[in-house]
């Protein structure tokens, strides 16, 4: 199982001495191929992955897939295509379903996409599958599959906690039909009954009876992506009551899909426009798309730049002012820690709110975010749901990242502007995006007089 290893490897931000002009290719998104992925294991003919994004969460995820008996292949193709490859050139995976089986063990890492959307697939296997992570995923919350999987017929030893590890012991089918959960937690627990859904004897039909639901966005691409796979459902939007959603029982084709970029891993290199007052286009922006991180042109505009979608993409520009917001994010709260380090080199407070559930994410990023701002100089204040943010002259020092991929890419927009911030254990953006020292090298390149801090 993976290891917590002491991290004590520190990575010196770099400084732009100038404003960056430059166009950065992110990566594919972490969402949309985990659940590409599950939706390809659970069809009933081959599909196609393209462009997927290959960083820790998504290789967990198809490692646990292959464990439970699906076949994925990973293959480079030419630009012609071929017989029986995908047209186009680039990474692509091929999936292959198959009768799902155990014994099996399932390592989640610190994934919420592979610790909540995999346990119903387990519950369509044959035999048992363990499932088991890093230690924060001990922490993270998990009863909300759980106890509706059981309401639906499923068999799971867990624990006092109601969290991992714990196993599924699969019978081969589930029965499923109607169930209540409160989600107020996280959408991901919506997101993973609905995904199984179409393969449950009855289908399912989720009603959320919490008080607050995060990440609608979320959720929006899961009933998308299963729309798109062949499922029929219904949602509020689609004249359904409130907060309930139903997924009827169906075959999921087998598609070829191409992955969008991870909006939300673009949070940085857009704030980097922001921060340095210059402008940064990130290629294949999707027209419409039901990913969070295409918020970011609404609230880095509010913020003081402004963006153009074109054929090259979205390019944003900032002016060199930096305004504070007053901002709800609780349908994108995973651009927070972003946001959170914008706000603290605007000239003016911000308060982002609606963000209470991030104190569950991987690490509390509340409480992360004030006290690693909070070193360096700042003055940021926890709120019951969100963080207060008071601009003030900040100073360099390490800025501890907990293991927290968006954590390690706030503090390298922090750098950018303050000499000397030193990020503990970069690597850790291996969770969705294993380049990321070197795209923000390669951006900063660009910059005239590019300047690296010095290592301490
Ligand atoms: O379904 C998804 O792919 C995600 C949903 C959100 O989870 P929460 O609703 O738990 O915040 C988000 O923060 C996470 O990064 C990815
Ligand atoms: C909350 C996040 O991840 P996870 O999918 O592990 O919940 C995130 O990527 O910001």
Redesign the pocket.
Known sequence: MTENPAHTDLWPAPLATGAVDATVTVPGS??VT??ALVLAALASEPGWLRRPLRSRDTLLMAEALRAMGVGIEETVSSSSGDADGPAGSGEAWRVIPARLRGPATVDVGNA??VMRFLPPVASLADGPIRFDGDPRSYERPLHGVIDALRALGARIDDNERGALPLTVHGGGALEGGTVEIDAS????FV?ALLLSGPRFNQGVEVRHVGSVL??MP?IR??VDMLRQAGAQVDTPESGGEPNVWRVSPSALLGRDVVIEPDL?NAAPFLAAALVTGGRVTVPDWPERTTQPGDALREIFTAMGGSCELTEAGLTFTGTGRIIGIDADLHEV??LTPVIAAVAALADSESTLRGIA?LRL?ETDRLAALAKEINELGGDVTETEDGLHIRPRPLHGGVFHTYEDHRLATAAAVIGLAVDGVQVENVATTAKTLPDFPELWTGMLGTVAGAATAPRV
Request: a positive charge; charged letters at 15%.
């Open positions: 972490k969402s985990n659940r919420g996409t937690s996280s959408s991901q997101s995060p990440s979320h691409m899961t939300s709260g995973e559930h994410h």
